[in-house]
T-cell receptor
Framework: RKEVEQDPGPFNVPEGATVAFNCTYSNSASQSFFWYRQDCRKEPKLLMSVYSSGNEDGRFTAQLNRASQYISLLIRDSKLSDSATYLCVVTTRTGGFKTIFGAGTRLFVKA | GAGVSQSPRYKVAKRGQDVALRCDPISGHVSLFWYQQALGQGPEFLTYFQNEAQLDKSGLPSDRFFAERPEGSVSTLKIQRTQQEDSAVYLC??????????????FGSGTRLTVV
């Protein structure tokens, strides 16, 4: 089992739709969680950190469920510009720090 | 500079050739990371520097891979005797944080290496 797993998609949604991605992680000692966005042939860019209490940034909401070991990203009112790959990132401190990226979930928002 | 700068942007190497990839992190960023990203995959960790000290090189796939950051700023990733399986995008990232857990990273645009 991979340490960080994501549904690769693609998710094809119309503009204005709400879409949600989940990401599961295997190490219960994981400490920090992030969502990154990566456009085609571009570098990953930090979208948001994920806090235990959940957090919201405009149309984006991230949540963490430690008991079930998953994080989620909800995008409301999807825009064409949201089309990208969304990478789940988990940092664990076991011995030394270890940061693992998921393989990403592809989102296509269509007009 | 304003962001993480990597060069070259693209590199085509013949199998067996040595290559050197450069990363210029954001000024003042203590932590520097190298990642390898194959097509359709997430970035895979290669190595981590805190200033000039290479604290973790557990992700380097073989002894053909070598990284340095001699003055705690610019870093170079060197791949000796390149093989076709080395073809990937090599991403450099930096962070102000002195550890790896607290903050997200800022990535450079990457170097796309193709070994023919």
């Amino acid at each position: 089992r991979k340490e960080v797993e994501q549904d690769p998609g693609p998710f094809n949604v119309p503009e204005g739709a709400t879409v949600a991605f989940n990401c599961t992680y295997s190490n219960s000692a994981s400490q920090s969680f992030f969502w990154y966005r990566q456009d085609c042939r571009k570098e990953p860019k930090l979208l948001m950190s994920v806090y235990s209490s959940g957090n919201e940034d405009g149309r984006f909401t991230a949540q963490l469920n430690r008991a079930s070991q998953y994080i989620s990203l909800l995008i409301r009112d999807s825009k064409l510009s949201d089309s990208a790959t969304y990478l789940c990132v988990v940092t664990t401190r076991t011995g030394g720090f270890k940061t693992i990226f998921g393989a990403g979930t592809r989102l296509f928002v269509k007009a | 500079g304003a962001g993480v700068s990597q060069s070259p942007r693209y590199k085509v190497a013949k199998r067996g050739q040595d290559v050197a990839l450069r990363c210029d992190p954001i000024s003042g960023h203590v932590s520097l990371f190298w990642y390898q990203q194959a097509l359709g995959q997430g970035p895979e960790f290669l190595t981590y520097f805190q200033n000039e000290a290479q604290l973790d090189k557990s992700g380097l796939p073989s002894d053909r891979f070598f990284a340095e950051r001699p003055e705690g700023s610019v870093s170079t990733l060197k791949i000796q005797r390149t093989q076709q399986e080395d073809s990937a995008v090599y991403l450099c990232a930096s962070s102000l944080a002195p550890d790896r857990a607290s903050y997200g990273y800022t990535f450079g645009s990457g170097t796309r290496l193709t070994v023919v």
